[in-house]
């Protein structure tokens, strides 16, 4: 397995917009605005790629 291979690398970067996401939403005021909703959606869809691909990945094997 290479470091850039997708099923570790999306779980990074999903943990890195939630993360962010987090952190934008703390410091605005505890208003979610656009950008935090769209990091939300990017770490949601990076999180279900990622436990697609380890299912995909046990069940194949």
Known sequence: MSL???????????????ALSG??????????DVTVR????LALLFGLVSSGLWIYRLLGS
């Open 23 to 32: 952190r934008r939403y703390l410091r605005h005021g505890r208003r979610a």
């Open 4 to 18: 850039f291979d997708p099923g570790l690398l999306f779980p990074v970067i999903a943990a890195a917009f939630l």
């Open 38 to 41: 769209t990091w939300l959606r």
